[in-house]
């Protein structure tokens, strides 16, 4: 048999992946398990012992008559089986399962479903928003006559030795050795309006602040990629007691390392986020935001949210996994992440 797992969606999506990946290999020990994902930091499956390859193509980006070639690679493989893993909501990704030609194809039904949408992947299961996204996706496994053999699930990176070098080098380069330290990713996904769930910029600065007078002992490393570059600069700018450090990393296994040598780790709810639940960090902190939800909260690891009372519990009102934008206005939206207060998110680092 052949499987084809597609993940399209955000990076941290595609690590809501990786215990089904292992079930499904689980399950079928000879079949061949492939991967599709869209983002080149979703690469990180490569490592994963129990896929077979790994294909990407970033399909929104790339010229269309390359990504045409690249699926018709894939319709030429005769997979047997697809599965859309959640949270893939949008119609493209069904018209890519149905372009690929699985004769089994598999996919969640969203909200915003028709009878379309139900030719494209006829074998659907309802979303459930009370489950996390991980178990969301093994209640799949019943449409292949299987079911989870594992005791338990967490989240699967595999770092190799060179990641794990590469983090060690950077803790002895800085002179970390013996320090506590505290990952911070200010950042979030930029598609649609997520970018507007982002805690502003100027409470990190003055956490950040408060931090180095109250603990100096602590060092502080800021996560992210380009997105987050100039938002780095800003604190670079404003923050010059020299416990700020700006790691640049070209791999989302090197972030994952070093993150894994933080004792705490603060964020949004964000791919990082998943990443730090993944390297089970020490103590995770997540700023509360419209778009937070059971599917998305970080799996098999403890975390401290705060709360943002702002939100007042109508979470799944301004966001869904339907493809739709947060459903309030940039200005309602700042409003809400604004009301966060630093107070509350400093006594949740130093508590």
């Not at 499956?45 to 990504?67: F, R, T």
């Not at 045409?68 to 119609?91: C, E, G, W």
């Not at 938002?231 to 010059?240: F, L, W």
């Not at 390392?257 to 390297?279: E, P």
Request: glycine residues 6%; positive net charge.
């Amino acid at each position: 048999m052949k499987i084809l797992v597609i993940s399209l969606a955000g990076i941290g999506d595609t690590i809501f992946a990786t215990p089904l990946i292992h079930e499904l290999r689980e399950n079928f020990p000879e079949a061949t398990i492939d991967a599709f994902v869209r983002w080149e930091g979703a690469k990180m499956l490569e490592s994963n012992p129990y896929l077979n390859a790994v294909h990407q193509k970033d399909l929104g980006n790339d010229a269309k008559l390359d990504s045409l070639q690249f699926l018709m690679k894939l319709r030429r493989a005769h997979y047997d089986v697809s599965i859309n893993t959640f949270p893939q909501s949008r119609r493209d990704y069904r018209f890519v399962a149905r372009f690929i030609n699985a004769r089994t194809r598999i996919s969640h039904e969203y909200e915003t479903f028709t009878g379309f949408d139900r030719r494209l992947t006829p074998n659907l299961l309802a979303v459930d928003y009370s489950k996390h996204a991980v178990e969301n996706n093994l209640s799949l496994l019943q449409f292949l006559n299987a079911k989870p053999k594992l005791s338990s699930h967490r989240y699967e990176l595999f770092l190799t030795g060179k990641e794990k070098a590469w983090a060690t080098a950077y803790v002895g380069q800085q002179n970390l050795q013996g320090r506590r330290l505290l990952g911070i990713h200010v950042g979030s996904g930029s598609t649609k309006n997520l970018a507007l769930r982002r805690w502003p910029l100027e409470n990190y600065i003055e956490l950040v602040r408060q931090l180095s007078e109250k603990q100096r002992e602590l060092a502080i490393l800021f996560f992210g990629g380009p997105g987050e570059k100039e938002d780095h600069e800003k604190i670079r700018a404003a923050v010059r007691d020299g416990n700020a450090f700006f790691p640049e990393t070209d791999t989302f296994l090197k972030t994952a390392a070093l993150i894994g040598r933080c004792d705490v780790f603060l964020s949004a709810d964000t791919s990082n986020m998943h990443l730090a639940a993944a390297m089970v960090v020490k103590k995770q902190i997540v700023i509360e935001t419209p778009t937070w939800n059971k599917p998305i909260e970080p799996y098999g690891n403890p975390f401290t949210l705060v709360k943002n009372h702002a939100v007042g519990g109508r979470n799944l009102d301004f966001y869904r996994n339907d493809g739709q934008p947060i459903k309030a206005s940039e200005e309602e939206l700042r409003r809400i992440m604004a009301s966060v207060k630093v107070e509350d998110v400093l006594n949740a680092v130093t508590g």
